[in-house]
Nanobody, 115 residues
Framework: QVQLVESGGGLVQAGGSLRLSCAASGSIRSINIMGWYRQTPGKERELVAL???????TYADSVRGRFAISRDNAKNTVFLQMNSLKPEDTAVYYC?????????WGQGTQVTVSS
């Protein structure tokens, strides 16, 4: 089993920054993809950013250039640096890990951006 624990959410004014962290524990394989998704009430969960264990990254168009995803493989931790935050970035942010055919989710952390 795999456990994911997120931290770093909170309330910030528009234009500000936040850094999310997600620590994975349990049966972690050396080859995996970690990432962040977000969800607002009444909407489907959407991709924010992904990073492979090899360092390849993927970003949603809405966050490219403002957010940066990174990871520390030795600590099985993924980070999301969020800059120039906008009110529309307000959501619950979920950490995700995928390895083989299995996907795992964290409990979510609230990010609220005030205008």
């Amino acid at each position: 089993q795999v456990q994911l624990v997120e931290s770093g959410g909170g309330l910030v004014q528009a234009g500000g920054s936040l850094r999310l962290s997600c620590a994975a524990s349990g049966s972690i394989r050396s080859i995996n993809i970690m990432g962040w998704y977000r969800q607002t009430p009444g909407k489907e969960r959407e991709l924010v950013a992904l990073v492979s264990s090899g360092g390849s990254t993927t970003y949603a168009d809405s966050v490219r250039g403002r957010f940066a995803i990174s990871r520390d493989n030795a600590k099985n931790t993924v980070f999301l640096q969020m800059n120039s935050l906008k009110p529309e970035d307000t959501a619950v942010y979920y950490c995700n890990l995928r390895q083989y055919n299995n996907g795992y989710w964290g409990q979510g952390t609230q990010v609220t951006v005030s205008s």
